[in-house]
């Protein structure tokens, strides 16, 4: 298995990320009883403040699993079919026969084959997967945009299929989770966010994390940077954004230590039972919004590297910040770490993001805290989810 932490591996592993162009990172690696926690670089490139390992940070897509334990914890209860349509919960947001087509789980695990909104909602990014003709102009205009959850939706349901109901490989898609956020608010009566608050967040004991409401994130914070493949140059600031576009799917705010402790309870069946995390281990082939084929579960994602055992978790990026978390099956080795810059890759002559010494980085950082500087670790990009084998920005997850 792996070998025990090395704070001085793990100091150099954090510097060499930011010598390779990370402005700053902040980690937390447990190893059963031991703790390491480190920082490199800043949180602010104007003033130099230094990032410290406590601070808060925007987590992107990580929500996704706080969401699917939420929609676990009431499947338990009787309250959610986990293979039952949804057309029988929301028959006006997905009508017909192809919300009677769509599972509950297939929501889950994107097999829905619903497309994603975000192009719709930001007009910049229409031209995905053409990356070379996208433009950050959208990102500017929404700082302060207050989306509805039912017309983002609605953008993603009416937009053409990305799949059939079910199908495999699925296709990674906001729209799922938004809708599990309108699931669990026609079933609980209670909105999503104060719903995953009450039942997964302090259910964990997670005292600085949150699901925010206003566009600022309170307390001790980096700024976000965010280079759109070279296009924001230099990269801008986006700490201040609001992010009801994503909501349920990815706006969660959380430290690194919290994120260790999530994962670390759930895994050890204190926030969903073991049957309901035997569901969430259970995975299908899906496409990622980098054209990688990924294996995927209810909200978790697997890392394998031989020898070495599985860890789960998942990744997220909202503007300018970055945050993987993962844990391995028998929750005694875990990594949650944080960046703020996002999109670092430029990009080559046919639109496609080049290599850049950051990813080769964080792939070393990775294996050092994950497997004690031994093996080979998966590489795994810091973004709004999983990807094995590219660290490859791309837009909000």
Sequence with gaps: MENPLDPAELNAAMENVHRAGIPGLFAEVRDGDQVWRGAAGVADVATGRPVTADMRHRVGSITKTFTAAAVLQQVESGQIGLDTPISRYLPRLIPGERGDAITVRMLINHTSGLAEYLPYAYPSLKAFPALANTGPQSLDDN???????????????????????????????????????????????????????????????LRDTELPTEPYVDGPHSQMYEAWFGMIDPPRDYSVFDMSWVGPAASLISTVADLNRFFGMLLAGEIVSRSSLAQMQRTVPVISQEGKIIDYGLGLHPMQAPGHGTFWGHGGSAWGAGALAMTRADGKRQLSIAVNLQRWNSLDSSGKPKPHPIDDALAALYQVAMYGNSGDAPREAVTGHPTRSEAIRRSRR
Excluded: H
């Excluded at 296709?171 to 956020?181: E, W």
């Excluded at 104060?194 to 964990?204: H, P």
């Design 143 to 205: 700082r302060f945009t207050r989306f509805d959850a039912g017309e983002l939706i609605e953008m993603g349901v009416t937009a053409p299929a990305v799949g059939t109901p079910g199908g495999t490989p699925g296709v990674y898609s906001n729209t799922n989770y938004l809708l599990l956020g309108e699931l669990l608010e026609q079933v609980t009566g209670t909105k999503a966010d104060k719903y995953i608050t009450q039942n997964v967040i302090e259910r964990a004991g």
